[in-house]
């Protein structure tokens, strides 16, 4: 089938438009420019035929394809005269200046570097992806709903005290922690899941050594039927194998969440000193775990069905496993920074040292 005369003027003047922009380009000088001129825009040349082969086209087509072959023309009008201007200037300077030469080396320009809590980040990425999770992420501004109610922190509890919070307005507060992921999650996918969330958390903490009101965590979630804590130990266990190197020794201590239960706490034994007979909790005895020997990796536990149940999800039919690690710290050990706010501070005498 052929085209309509209206479709096949269009064709035609678009590419007649685009080989003009090419030759305007690639001219080198005013005279080849003025040839470019004579055979696109001249008296005779390929743009006025094509406005005058306008009046062949239908009638009720005219003023659109008019007015688009005029677009292009004029498009063409304003790239040569650019060149031009380009052209004359260049004109104008004369010869190259003699004293410039091409061959010395160029300005280095200054390179960058990933940032500490990066590299950590993108480990953990690397990690879990490979334990084929998939990457989730949701807002950092949030409700009550996913930051509290959700996660069977009902109102009234301590942590949802104003001071606690960084409250915005209309009840919405700054997450102050990436488990509300896990309920955005839950709420807009089926089970079975296995999903991780890295983001930025807050929390009104006055910043010192230990300390920000920002920090990254991540998150990780799995849900599926017949889930018990024995997964959770290995996930958990292959985690911590592939960050601190497979001969890590892990122990899970309880611990009380309220979106959780069981819960637990992950620690490891320090990758440093091995923990060996290091007297609980002298200080300065080792600079990664300050000789307690152990040190606290993440916290973790068994979905509470409340939760599953808040989602939708039964949890007769479903369980799941769940748990939370904070970013900067990991950075902290790993490298033996004794103040977290060197993290914050983007200093490039700190930061170059990452290469
Ligand atoms: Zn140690």
């Known amino acids: 089938m052929s085209e309509s005369p209206s479709a096949e003027l269009l064709t035609e003047a678009a590419t007649v438009a685009a080989q003009a922009l090419a030759a305007i380009a690639a001219a080198g000088e005013l005279e080849s420019l003025a040839a470019v001129r004579a055979r696109y825009a001249g008296k005779n040349g390929a743009l006025k035929g094509l406005l005058k082969a306008i009046s062949g086209v239908p009638k009720e087509d005219r003023p659109s394809v008019g007015a688009e072959v005029n677009r292009l023309a004029a498009h063409v009008e304003a790239a040569l005269e650019a060149r031009k201007a380009i052209l004359e200037s260049a004109d104008a300077e004369g010869p190259t200046d003699p004293a410039f030469d091409p061959t010395l080396p160029g300005t280095r320009l200054p390179e960058g570097s990933v940032h500490p809590v990066s590299i950590v980040m993108d480990e953990i990425r690397a990690i879990f992806t490979r334990m084929g999770f ?20 009902p109102a009234g509890h301590p942590a949802r005290e104003p001071t606690d919070q960084f409250f915005v307005e209309n009840g919405l507060l700054l997450r102050s922690q990436t488990s509300t992921v896990q309920i955005r999650v839950m709420e807009s996918r089926k089970p079975p899941l296995r999903v991780f969330a890295p983001g930025r958390v807050y929390r009104p903490d006055t910043v010192d050594a230990r300390h920000l009101y920002a920090f990254h965590q991540v998150e990780g979630l799995v849900v599926d039927e017949g889930i018990s804590f024995a997964d ?43 923990g060996d007979d290091a007297p609980r909790g002298t200080p300065g005895r080792c600079a990664t775990c300050g000789g307690e020997g152990w040190i606290e990796v993440l916290g973790c536990g068994m979905v509470h069905p409340r939760v599953l149940e808040l989602v939708g999800y039964d949890p007769e039919r479903w369980t799941g496993f769940a748990f939370g690690l904070g970013v900067e710290r990991v950075a902290m050990r790993r490298w033996h920074l004794d103040d977290v706010r060197m993290l914050e501070d983007n200093d490039v005498r700190f930061l170059r040292q990452f290469r």
């Open 134 to 153: 998939d990457e989730a992420s949701g807002p950092e501004v949030e409700d009550a709903w996913h930051n509290f109610d959700a996660l069977n922190i």
């Open 232 to 274: 959770l130990k290995s996930c958990i266990n292959s985690f911590a194998r592939s960050m601190y190197g497979i001969d890590v020794v892990t122990r899970f201590r309880p611990h009380n969440f309220p979106f959780t239960e069981v819960s637990a706490e992950l620690d490891v034994r320090c990758p440093s000193c091995g």
